[in-house]
């Protein structure tokens, strides 16, 4: 993706300047509107960093997890909590 980091920016903060104002209305916020705000702040937190990356070689010190990969995250198991001494190995004095 090619553009201009300013731009993405300055859309990235419009996008987050738009959701707080629907958030801050609270219980009365349109659940549409906040939605479609949500939506586009996502758009444009992935637009910005993309552009940041691809443009000036700097990544985000963050990264946005999609539910998907939250989901597999729940979903570890780990079988060798037993284990949790395997690789200590006792040294006499």
Do not use: K, Q
């Not at 987050?16 to 609270?26: L, P, Q, S, V």
């Not at 219980?27 to 960093?49: C, I, P, V």
Request: no cysteine; hydrophobic share 40%.
């Amino acid at each position: 993706m090619t553009g201009d980091p300013r731009r993405a920016l300055t859309r990235l903060l419009n996008a987050f300047e738009n959701h707080f104002d629907i958030a801050r209305d609270g219980d009365e916020a349109d659940d549409a509107a906040l939605e479609a705000a949500e939506l586009a702040l996502r758009d444009a937190f992935f637009t910005y960093d993309d552009i940041l990356f691809t443009r000036l070689g700097v990544e985000l010190p963050f990264d946005i997890l999609e539910d998907s990969d939250e989901d597999e995250d729940e979903d570890y198991v780990d079988d060798d909590e037993s284990d949790e001494d395997d690789d200590f190995i006792e040294v006499d004095d």
